[in-house]
Every structure is written in C-alpha cells, then in structure tokens.
C-alpha cells in the first residue's frame, strides 16, 4: 500500500521515470537457468568495459591499474549418466569432452549444445575466449547449475561457481539498461532544456546538407564553452542516416545547442536501470528538503549503471569513498541490493598486498566499513562467507602496515591518503577511520561466526582509540589536532571522531561547538559535509546542523541544481561553482557523494536507525516540532510512519521488523 509520504511528494517529482509502485523501465523476468564464470570475473570484465567508454568519452580522468583481469579460457566440469539429455550455452569456442575424449569443437557460437550422453562418466567443457574485451569464458546451465564445477587448468575444480539469475539467456552480460525517449524544452531557435541532468545519447534531425555541431553542458556556462581544451567530454557525432545525426556516446547534461543546423530538432535517448522508489519522505511545510531527499534519489539513480558510480560526467566508475555513502543512500530509497554486492566484489577484486582499493589508503578502510553497511542493511551471511577471507585478508595486512606507535602507515612516497578534497594533514583523520575500520572488522567476524578474531579486532580498534586520544587529542582545547605533535587542527579528524563514536558526551559536545564555528577550514566536498552535518547532530548543535545542511544542498537548489554535486562552496559565485582541479567545468554536477541527504533526513528527522540486520530490530525517535511521514525499505516490506509534532500517530512495519 502506497503511503501518504508517497502520496505528498510525487508532486515534487523530477524524474521522468518515477514510480513508487513498480520497476520503470520494467525489470525483464529472469531466464530458467544461469549462467556460470569464476569468480569476479563477471565483475571485472564489465570495469574494463567501463573504462574503455570512460575513454572513449574522452573523460578528463585516471583509474587503478590494480585490476583483476578475467580469464580467457574455463573448464567446466560435472557428472553425467548414460541417455541423459543435456543441453547448455557457452560464449567463445568450444571443445567438450567425455571421460577424457574429445567428442565436440566448435569456433563459433551457438544459440544451444544438446547431447544425448552415450555412458556414464566426468563431461568437461573447455571454454576460450580470444578476445576478453569481447566476452569471459561463460557457461549457461537451464537447470541443475549446481552441479558444475571450474577449473583453470582442468585438474584443480572449484565449486561453488559464481552463479546469478540477473542476466539475459544470450550473455553474462549484466542486463542492458533501458533507453527512453525524451524530449527537451526549446530555449532559443537552437538552444534546448532536458529540464534535469541526463545520461544519454543526443539524436540531432536536420537538412540532409548540413553538418551539425553539438554542444552540451550540465550546466548553460558549460554548454556556452567553446574552448576544445575546457571540454570534459567528446562532442563527437555519428552519422545514421541522411539528416540523422547522434552522439558517439552517452553523455551527462541537461543543456543541448546545435549549430550549423539552423531546422535542427533533437530528442535524447536516455539511460536509466530498472528501479522503484521504495522509500519516501515527507515533511509538513518543509518543501526544500522533500525535493532535495528527492533529487538525492534521482541522483542516485543516474550514478547506479553495473556499479554504483561516482558520477556520470566524471568518472563513470566506482570508488569505495562514494560507495560509503551511496550505498547508504540506496538502503533508504531505491534498497536494490545486487547492485551494491556487485561493486563491494568488483572494488575487492584485487588483494590489497597489491594496491589498496582504488589504489588509496583510506578507500581500504571504507571498503571495510561498506561492508559492514551492507551487511547491516542487508544481511546476506552467504555473499559475507563468500567475501570473508578478503576481509580478514585486508584486515591482517592493515594491522601489518602499522608503524613503531601503532598507526596505520602512511607514507606519501607509496600510498595516496586522500580522506578529501583538501589540503593540509590529514594522519589523524586516517587513524580515526582506521578505527572505524576495525570496528566493522569485529562486526563481520561476528557474523562470519569467527568470535576470536572479533574479539581481536574489537581489543586493536579501543588499543588504537587509546592511542589517539593521547597522542593527537588536546583535551585543553577539546579538538583532535591533524597529527599527533602538531598544533594544526581541522575538521576531518573531529566530525569523524563524533560520527564513529571515538568520543561521546561532553567531548562530542565540545567538537561539535567547534564546528559550528569558523576556525578550523572547511570541508572538500558534500561527501564530508555529510559526516559534518551528521557531527553537528550527534553533539547537539541541532540548529546549526540544519544550518549546514541547508546552505549545501539547498544552496545548490538555489543555484538550479537537479542532481547534487561533487563540490559545492555558499561563497562562490556564477561560474565559481563549476571549477574543479583547476578546470572551469571540472565539476562533476551530479555525483552519488552530494546525495547524502537520502540517509542523512530520514535519521535526523525521524531518529530511524537499523539495530539489528535486514530491519530486524530499529530505533525510532522523531525530532520534536516535525510533522509528516516516512517510509523504509526492508527486505520484509516497508516500515511506514506518521508524526505529528514529533510524536508517532501511524506505524506499521513488516511481522520481521520490531521496534526497540
């Protein structure tokens, strides 16, 4: 039953495809049967295909090259007896034996192999693919897949294969996303207005003799550029047909001008996955923030193609920092849940001995903490068990690279510490999440069922508490300095130490003061306004926690903004607001860190916090004075509440679910 949150908001609707109800564009039913890889090789092979397209977008951007690069050949193997029928499809050539003889090969691809079995014995099917950039050796089982095994050289199987019932009977691609048609609104004879941030191919219709010039930006500055060097995507256009034009390749934004093409009209072909808008916000009076905690959804939303990723104008691709707050953001809205394993596998790929994730120090930690968020969120102890000897890989390997005082080592020589978009030091800030880090780390071994290894995780993470607070915490002042020795205060030391509850009482009281005012330097981004905001709550500075939330997001309201930002400065001004790494229009204007406020609402306004894994158990204290309603997304069905003036009139949640 849709609820009244629901019901208040669709008015303030921004997304052409919005639907409370069902999945727009509709989810396709699922095959009988799936189809069977090793093991993130799925996952991997869609990044690669990700970073060929960044490329491709001449997107102004780099990337790890710690990857896990797919197979090119598979073994497959099982069992099988005489006069059975058996039937599967594959991608690449491929060779098939019984009882160790060859009885089929074949170059090309089939629709479907079917064999009658002529004896009992081991069937093996050798799988290559020449060319991985096209396809990973794949098999599709219609039924009994568990039977299967894989190899890599034909001796040593493993089992279980990675298996997933997401993707099309043709390939083990993840299921293309949908293409809608829409049209814009015409500013001028050759200017149009998508009326929001789009991700989508641009079609121009024009004279059969004229040769269009495209010309797009998120923003009307960005659209106006004419400098080859300021352009952060290809305006490349293809030929289709006499007078049919298109872009090379999918784009981000919500300006259009065509020149050369004086008759020109245009639609766009944009891209959105599947989803349903499970959550809903409301608040009696409070416009502003319904249509920002909607326009974080439709943020989300566009950022969520295989992965969940930073951005669609830059980078197109995911980044444990982003997934940190995007995955929260997903479990109050949208709640799809395969999209998030999928880049906790694709971002954990790679063993840390290597690279840390993302090839940043502080990006390890978080991927820890995603994790435990998932599982909270979530809770899937198989896709947990799967992961689980990553985890405590990274964990141990984390612990080996501590320096002489027990700090988490960070030298600039080998690893880059970004925590944010500034400058300055940041040691403490790294300690603090390292902190957190190892918390999660105790929570997953709990759940992974190993108690000894969460106790140990729980001593190191109050050993290295201990640690901080006497060598970087000076309670005369009552702030974190940014390293321990150092008389340098900022930030991200602080509001963190408040969120991961480094400290509580009168010490987060006194931190929270402190960032209220304007001592210490600002944060980056909107991805750590966020956790400041969240500080700013947590310490009791209520009113100036609205504050800051107001003069970000709805500052960028003010400013126009359909989808939130990468950066976001109240004091710039004009054009100030899309320069970004030293570039005019290097701002990413709708990336899945600004979308924060989908989390970030439900709890200051609502107290709402998961207790216990999949909703099991929740907490409920709404803000006194606020009137108007929430729903939840679980695993059960949604949790639905109605308050007037802080107090609960209507709660209904699923029989799974409890209030505590």
């Known amino acids: 039953m849709i609820g009244k949150a629901h019901r208040e908001t669709e008015k303030l609707v921004i997304d052409p495809l ?51 690069t797919p197979a090119e050949k598979a073994f497959f ?48 099917i050798l799988l290559y693919c020449s060319d991985i950039t096209c396809n990973i050796p794949s098999l599709f089982a219609e039924e009994n897949f568990q039977r299967w095994k894989i190899s890599s050289d034909g001796i040593s199987y493993i089992s279980p294969v990675n298996h997933s019932p997401l993707y099309d009977g043709n390939a083990p691609h993840f299921a293309q996303q949908e293409k809608v048609m829409l049209l ?31 010309y797009m930006g998120e923003s009307i500055a960005e659209m106006k550029n004419r400098k080859g060097e300021d352009e952060e995507q290809t305006r490349e256009l293809i030929r289709l047909a006499p007078g049919k034009w298109r872009s090379k ?40 923030w319904n249509r920002i905690w909607l326009q974080s959804c439709y943020t989300l939303r566009l950022c969520m193609k295989n992965f969940l990723l930073d951005g669609i104008k830059r980078d197109r691709l995911p980044w444990a920092g982003d997934l940190a707050v995007s995955l929260l953001g997903n479990a109050f809205s949208f709640a799809e849940k395969d999209i998030v394993k999928d880049t906790l596998c694709v971002l954990g790929a790679v063993s840390i001995k290597e690279a840390h994730v993302n090839s940043i120090i502080d990006y390890s930690l978080w991927f820890l903490i995603n994790h435990e968020y998932f599982q909270l969120y979530y809770s899937d102890r198989e896709f947990l068990l799967q992961e689980y000897p990553r985890i405590k890989e990274t964990l141990e390997i984390l612990l080996d690279s501590r320096d002489e005082n027990g700090f988490l080592a960070a030298d600039p020589r080998k690893v880059w510490l970004f925590i944010d978009w500034v400058n300055g030091e940041k040691f403490t800030a790294l300690q603090v999440i390292f902190f957190r880090a190892l918390l999660a780390g105790k929570f997953l071994a709990l759940l992974a069922g190993e108690k000894d290894f969460a106790a140990r995780m729980e001593k190191e993470a ?71 905001v969240m500080a700013l709550f947590k310490g009791g500075m209520t009113k100036e926690a609205f504050e800051k939330f107001d003069a970000i997001w709805g500052g960028m309201l003010k400013e126009g903004a359909t989808t939130f930002w990468e950066g976001f400065d109240p004091d710039h001004k004009g054009e ?39 909703w099991k158990k929740f907490s409920l204290s709404p803000m006194p004075g606020v009137t108007g309603s929430i729903e939840i997304p679980t695993p059960f069905g949604n949790i639905q509440i109605e308050c007037v003036d802080g107090v609960i009139t209507y709660l209904s949640c699923p029989e799974e679910c409890e209030r505590v």
């Open 184 to 214: 814009g609104e015409k500013l001028t004879q050759n200017v149009w207005d998508a009326k929001r941030e789009l991700f989508a191919y641009i079609h121009i219709s024009c004279n059969e003799q004229s040769r269009p010039f495209l």
């Open 576 to 614: 100030e607001h899309y320069v970004f790494y030293g570039r005019p229009y290097g701002k990413s204007l709708c990336h899945a860190w600004g979308a924060g406020p989908a989390f970030l609402l439900p709890q200051m306004l609502f107290g709402i916090e998961v207790i216990e894994c999949s």
């Open 462 to 532: 109050y050993i290295l508490a201990g640690k901080i607070k006497e060598c970087a915490y000076d309670a005369e002042k009552g702030l974190f300095t940014a390293a321990p020795g150092k008389k340098e205060y900022t930030r991200h030391p602080n509001l963190l130490a408040v969120d991961f509850g480094l400290v509580s009482g009168e010490e987060a009281e006194k931190i929270a003061r402190h960032l209220a005012g304007n001592e210490l330097p600002k944060v980056g981004t909107p991805y750590m306004s966020v956790f400041e």
């Open 249 to 288: 390749v999918l784009l981000a934004f919500r300006y259009v001008q065509i020149e050369n093409a004086p008759e020109a009209e245009i639609h766009f072909e944009a891209e959105f996955q599947s989803l349903c808008y499970r959550g809903a916000l409301f608040v009696e009076g409070r416009e502003t």
């Open 18 to 68: 919005y639907s409370s109800e069902k999945f727009l564009p509709e989810k396709p039913s699922p095959p009988p049967g799936q189809w069977l890889y090793f093991p993130y090789d799925r996952e991997a092979f869609l990044l690669e295909k990700m970073v060929r397209e960044k490329d491709e977008a001449k997107l102004k951007v780099g990337y790890t090259q710690f990857r896990k």
């Open 77 to 124: 193997q099982c069992d099988v007896v005489k006069g059975e029928n058996l039937s599967f499809k594959a991608t690449g050539s491929v060779q098939v034996f019984l009882n160790g003889k060859k009885i089929l090969e074949k170059s090309e691809r089939k629709e479907k192999y079917t064999f009658l079995i002529p004896e009992n014995g081991k069937l093996v």
